[in-house]
């Protein structure tokens, strides 16, 4: 079966940066786009950007375009989210998600189990 | 301030049904792109409940249905079941934010 298994809890220094990881497995992972969304406390889903596993390419939203990297390992089937800069600001649940077939505008029909990311001095 | 329009909370009793709306602009959901819905659970991460131009996700019963007319998209939900109890999201793509994916901020609905 399709999951999603993302990487544990961190705890970072404003000014610090973070890298959270989400491996796919129980499905061809380079035939998909994942997709990275966060939470803060309390509040809604933020878009954050996408790769297309395949060829690597990448788009952010503008909100996050100077600060956000986002890479993937197509050997062991992982992808990666990095965020530098960090602000209180960015305290949130940190989301992967797999992109339905079908390209950049469809729905997301896995999710990671969500890797909470808090920023505190 | 999201792209998306949602209302903050709707309810209703068992059994009724209710609709969450989902209001864009002619650069998301007026331009054709489709519309996505999630469920939220407590304390858990977002499924997807109805997608535009895919399968529906196996699972889901067939009380949840969408729609979408011009700008706005709509989520009905019929025979309501205490375990609906969730927030909603739509999703959509926007051209006009270097096509960037996009999300209403979210309906809290509460089964009376």
């Known amino acids: 079966q399709v999951q999603l298994v993302q990487s544990g809890a961190e705890v970072k220094k404003p000014g610090a940066s973070v890298k959270v990881s989400c491996k796919g497995s129980g499905y061809r992972f380079t035939g998909y786009y994942f997709h990275w969304v966060r939470q803060a406390p309390g509040q809604g889903l933020e878009w954050m950007g996408w790769i297309n596993a395949n060829s690597g390419d990448t788009n952010f939203a503008q909100k996050f375009q100077s600060r956000v990297t986002m890479t993937r390992d197509t050997s062991i089937n992982t992808a990666y989210m990095e965020l530098s800069w960090l602000t209180s600001d960015d305290t949130a649940l940190y989301y992967c998600?797999?992109?339905?077939?079908?390209?950049?505008?469809?729905?997301?029909?896995?999710w990671g189990q969500g890797t909470l990311v808090a920023v505190s001095s | 301030q999201s792209v998306l329009t949602q209302p903050p909370s709707v309810s209703g009793a068992p059994g009724q049904r209710v609709t969450v709306s989902c209001t864009g602009s002619g650069s998301n959901i007026g331009a054709g792109y489709d519309v996505h819905w999630y469920q939220q659970l407590p304390g858990t991460a977002p499924k997807l409940l109805i997608c535009d131009n895919c399968n529906r996700p196996s699972g889901v019963p067939d009380r949840f249905s969408a729609s979408k007319s011009g700008t706005s998209a709509s989520l009905a939900i019929a025979g309501l079941q205490a375990e609906d109890e969730a927030d909603y999201y739509c999703?959509?793509?926007?051209?006009?934010?270097?096509?960037?994916?996009?999300f209403g901020g979210g309906t809290k609905l509460t089964v009376l």
């Open positions: 998600a797999r992109g339905s077939p079908g390209g950049v505008a469809t729905g997301f029909d896995y």
């Open positions: 999703q959509s793509y926007d051209i006009s934010l270097s096509g960037s994916v996009i």
